[in-house]
């Protein structure tokens, strides 16, 4: 099947409704893996989330909405805020090729960032796949290790 990756309008309430229950499915299964009971996004409202202001690029397969990947770009910094897939469609590359589709619309970043729980195996891999590197691990909520990864832009060459 095909997937398309394009941006996301959360101004359209439809379109906010059908990211929230994607979060809400993906996150579950990261809770899961945490040993959490709950973790924010999944109580996040529709109004929260778009209060949130993240710039967000989703994928699609015939039509519906699969997976999504959200940020904020503060200077040369790009900082995921969110990368999420409907578990139907797990392992089938589409977390990926978000990221790979946020590369391209923000190429000109310097840095970017993420962070996950350090008991999520299988998004830590796709990070680090995808050239980023652990650079802080902390507890938050008291009880719950997160790990911040980093990824520096390969120097560019100066202009003649």
Do not use: C
């Amino acid at each position: 099947m095909s997937v398309e990756i394009r941006a996301l309008d959360l101004g359209d309430s439809a379109m906010l409704d059908a990211v929230v229950v994607l979060q809400r499915a993906s996150y579950r299964v990261e809770a899961e893996l945490l040993g959490a009971r709950t973790l924010p996004a999944l109580t996040e409202t529709p109004r929260r989330l778009r209060a949130a202001g993240e710039q967000f690029l989703g994928a699609f397969e015939d039509g519906r909405l699969v997976g999504a990947v959200a940020w904020k770009r503060s200077g040369p910094v790009v900082d995921i805020h969110r990368l999420v897939v409907h578990p139907d469609h797990f392992r089938r590359g589409i977390a990926g090729r978000l990221l790979d589709a946020l590369d391209a619309a923000e190429a000109d970043a310097e840095l970017s960032l993420v962070a996950t729980g350090a008991a999520n195996a299988p998004a830590r891999r796709l990070y680090e796949r995808h050239g980023f590197s652990p650079v802080e691990e902390r507890l938050v909520d008291g009880a719950i290790p997160i790990i911040t990864y980093e990824r520096r832009a390969a120097p560019r060459a100066p202009e003649a």
